[in-house]
């Protein structure tokens, strides 16, 4: 276990390895909860939503014929690979 140091504003910075392990990444939340003892538990943030807030997630403002399925394939792979 290694140690972190506190700044003169109160912050702590986590390392990589941290918030590697934590699964977190830049914009990610993490939540803190204070313990007895003056522990506290660090957790990545998972937003829970509800299963309404999924509907009209596939409507699109794309005018024109629907993709195709080789279409949606390749727009796919690209997500996955990064790229938009």
Same mark, same amino acid.
């Given at each position: =276990? @290694?140690? %972190?140091?506190?700044? #003169?504003?109160?912050?702590?910075?986590?390392?990589?390895? %941290?918030? /590697?392990? %934590?699964?977190?990444?830049?914009?990610?939340?993490?939540? !803190? /909860?204070? %313990?007895?003892?003056?522990? +506290?538990?660090? &957790? #990545?943030?998972?937003?829970?939503?509800?299963?309404?807030?999924?509907?009209? !997630?596939?409507?699109? &403002?794309? &005018?024109?014929?629907?993709?195709?399925?080789? /279409? =949606?394939? /390749? +727009?796919? #792979?690209? @997500?996955? #690979?990064? &790229?938009?």
């Amino acid at each position: =276990m @290694g140690t %972190l140091t506190v700044t #003169a504003k109160g912050q702590v910075t986590l390392r990589k390895d %941290l918030l /590697e392990h %934590l699964g977190v990444h830049p914009g990610d939340k993490i939540s !803190i /909860e204070k %313990l007895p003892g003056g522990r +506290v538990e660090v &957790k #990545a943030a998972r937003p829970a939503g509800k299963i309404s807030d999924t509907f009209g !997630i596939l409507k699109t &403002k794309r &005018k024109g014929p629907p993709l195709s399925i080789e /279409e =949606m394939n /390749e +727009v796919i #792979a690209r @997500g996955w #690979a990064g &790229k938009r």
